[in-house]
């Protein structure tokens, strides 16, 4: 029990950097009912543009005054990959059977992965991010690395400005509009191709801002790193209830939560020796997602189709 709180705030960095990738997979669902399985790219690549520009900073610039420059680059290249995405991807596809845009999805998940493993210089290899040389913070017991207090301070500061964004302006309730019926928004003047637009940018730059929490956290990227963490962030989507932004912050932070005490308190438990620490945590992940959806499968905050109808 001494290990309960480290536990908890290693579960909750996970966590978050779930609930910002989420984000993504639930506006876009919500708004379109696509499933963008390349979101999880749009998130690694957004970690190889803020070492891009970290790279290119002169050296001996502060790692602190450069955190918001390489939050900006891997923005412009996450929100970039993600628009042009839903122009020339998705778009074309938006009547086609639900089959269609799946598929292209799985597809240009894969030709990202391998675009930057062919062109980004030695992204063969996982790549060091850049590490703040502190000593751990200690908080209520719990001792976290500078790096990773990052994602804890960026997540609910992230989830404030979106839900002032969809409730105060008249884009986000534009984005509302939309999201409950396209083709009425539309013959009420609603741009909804605008709003489709700002849905993929808004995901691509939280997936932006978790990538650089990510490699902040465990000291580097890899072409890889958005596959396992966009399958467990689309897990937590579902999770919270697809659709539901604040569901998604919810499911990740749950998700997080029961993998890392999965992982330390599983093979304590007599006779469950064999199922515990990090090999089976992504088992324990997916064995909550299907507790939670026999038990509720709406998700957590999600709603009945009875209730919308």
């Not at 597809?107 to 502190?134: M, R, T």
């Not at 579902?238 to 539901?244: D, E, F, H, P, S």
């Not at 038990?295 to 009875?306: D, M, S």
Request: aromatic residues 10%; hydrophobic residues 55%; proline residues 4%.
């Amino acid at each position: 029990m001494n290990e309960l709180p480290q536990q908890l705030a290693n579960g909750l960095i996970l966590g978050a950097m779930y609930g910002l990738i989420a984000i993504g997979y639930t506006m876009v669902y919500g708004i379109v009912q696509l499933i963008n399985f390349a979101h999880g790219e749009i998130f690694m690549i957004g970690g190889f543009g803020a070492l891009t520009v970290h790279l290119v900073l002169p050296d001996g610039f502060s790692l602190a005054a450069a955190i918001p420059l390489m939050i900006i680059g891997g923005m412009i290249c996450s929100v970039a990959v993600g628009t042009a995405a839903e122009r020339f991807a998705y778009r074309p596809l938006r009547g086609a059977p639900r089959l269609a845009p799946l598929i292209t999805a799985i597809g240009l998940s894969i030709f990202l992965q391998q675009a930057v493993w062919k062109w980004y210089p030695d992204a063969k290899k996982d790549l060091s991010f850049p590490q703040f040389d502190s000593e751990p913070v200690n908080i209520l017991g719990a001792n976290i690395q500078i790096g990773s207090l990052f994602v804890l301070i960026a997540a609910p500061l992230c989830m404030l400005a979106l839900g002032l964004f969809v409730n105060k302006t008249r884009s986000g309730r534009g984005m509302q509009a939309t999201a409950q019926d396209p083709d009425t928004a539309k013959l009420m003047g609603i741009n909804t191709d605008r709003i489709i637009v700002m849905a993929f940018a808004i995901g691509a730059a939280f997936a932006a801002i978790a990538a650089v929490g990510y490699g902040l956290h465990n000291g580097q990227v890899g072409f890889k790193m958005g596959f396992i963490l966009g399958l467990k962030a689309f897990t937590a989507a579902v999770l919270g209830g697809i659709g539901n932004i604040y569901g998604a912050m919810l499911g990740g932070l749950v998700l997080g939560v029961a993998e890392s005490l999965a992982t330390g308190y599983i093979g304590e438990i007599p006779g469950m020796e064999l199922f515990g620490g990090g090999a089976w945590k992504d088992v324990w992940a997916f064995t909550l997602l299907i507790l939670v959806l026999l038990l509720r499968p709406q998700g957590l905050l999600g709603e009945r189709v009875a209730d919308r109808a």
